[in-house]
Antibody
């Protein structure tokens, strides 16, 4: 059974760095094809894709946020960590992590998000 | 970057009626398109992937179609639990992208 859970501060001040952690179980990020992504959602607004990391440490970032984002994988702890620098009130929202697999037995190509964490709400305010 | 555009923003439908949601990609994403359902206070749930394949446990009243740049999610007979926000997402190229969502509300 695959589960993911996000954790991190509920409140950060403007200009600070946010660190959110995704702790997962039921899969390993050393398995060929597996990946974890981060998605956020401002209150009342749409989902926004942020970053992604594959089992082989290949990484991808949202171009508009790339200069502020770092995604890393700690295989020993079954965790994926996202850091976002220079936080601003517009970064307020729920941050989700989600599982993905490059391979799908039906279509051959996966990479959609099939399991999601519950999300963690981060408020940026002084 | 591929921009995903969903329409309409809000769809008012009576229970038992059909709902048709649209998603357009700014460039071809082949069939690498997923649909998610999100209810208030919950994480998104995968409904459809590969443009038309239902995820595990998804009822048959949900169906997806399309390829390239035009996609449709159809809910054949809306149940009370289907009133939610629906997002499409392309996973064909980087960066991945979500549409802005369609809210399906009770008429």
């Amino acid at each position: 059974q695959i589960t993911l859970k996000e954790s991190g501060p509920t409140l950060v001040k403007p200009t600070q760095t946010l660190t959110v952690t995704c702790t997962f179980s039921g899969f390993s990020l050393t398995t060929n094809g597996v990946g974890v992504g981060w998605i956020r959602q401002p209150p009342g607004k749409a989902l926004e894709w942020l970053a992604f990391i594959y089992w082989d440490d290949e990484k991808h970032y949202s171009p508009s946020l790339e200069s502020r984002l770092t995604i890393t994988n700690d295989t020993s702890k079954n965790q994926v960590v996202l850091t976002m620098t220079n936080m601003d009130p517009v970064d307020t929202g729920t941050y989700f992590c989600a599982h993905s697999n490059l391979y799908d037995i039906v279509t051959g190509y996966g990479n959609y998000f099939d399991y999601w964490g519950q999300g963690t709400l981060v408020t940026v305010s002084s | 970057e591929t921009v995903m555009t969903q329409s309409p923003a809000t769809l008012s439908v009576s229970p038992g009626e059909r709902a048709t949601l649209s998603c357009r990609a700014s460039q071809s994403v082949s069939s690498n398109l997923a649909w998610y359902q999100q209810k208030p206070g919950q994480a998104p749930r995968l409904l459809i992937y590969g443009a038309s394949t239902r995820a595990t446990g998804i009822p048959a009243r949900f169906s997806g179609s399309g390829s390239g740049t035009e996609f449709t999610l159809t809910i054949s007979s809306l149940q009370s639990e289907d009133f939610a926000v629906y997002y499409c997402q392309q996973y064909d190229n980087w960066p991945r992208a979500f549409g802005q969502g369609t809210k399906v509300e009770i008429k």
